[in-house]
Nanobody, 118 residues
Framework: QVQLVESGGGLVQAGGSLRLSCTASLHTISTYPMAWLRQAPGKKREFVASIDWAGGSTSYDDSVKDRFTISRDNAKNTVYLQMNSLKPEDTAVYYC???????????WGQGTQVTVSS
């Protein structure tokens, strides 16, 4: 079973940037489409961005388009999320997992907290 560990979160002012990482262990994720999702307090987990297995195709929620960039390094078994021009509404715990379009999901990691102050 794949083990996912998210990192890179923190406290940042509005307009700032963060780069999140998601590293998998116990099994390769290089052949799977991956995604970042987030969950704000009192809200359901929501889709942020996805990337195909080769990194050639990406998709974004409208709320983060043109501000966030998803990428991956299959040699490092890692998926990234570069977040620029952060807004207070981006505050959430961020998770990575299989693309929600996939019928299965890996075991969820602990996520990484992103807090954007106004």
């Amino acid at each position: 079973q794949v083990q996912l560990v998210e990192s890179g979160g923190g406290l940042v002012q509005a307009g700032g940037s963060l780069r999140l990482s998601c590293t998998a262990s116990l099994h390769t994720i290089s052949t799977y489409p991956m995604a970042w999702l987030r969950q704000a307090p009192g809200k359901k987990r929501e889709f942020v961005a996805s990337i195909d297995w080769a990194g050639g195709s990406t998709s974004y929620d409208d709320s983060v388009k043109d501000r966030f960039t998803i990428s991956r390094d299959n040699a490092k078994n890692t998926v990234y999320l570069q977040m620029n021009s952060l807004k207070p509404e981006d505050t959430a715990v961020y998770y990575c997992n299989l693309d929600p379009k996939h019928p299965y999901s890996f075991k969820w990691g602990q996520g990484t907290q992103v807090t954007v102050s106004s």
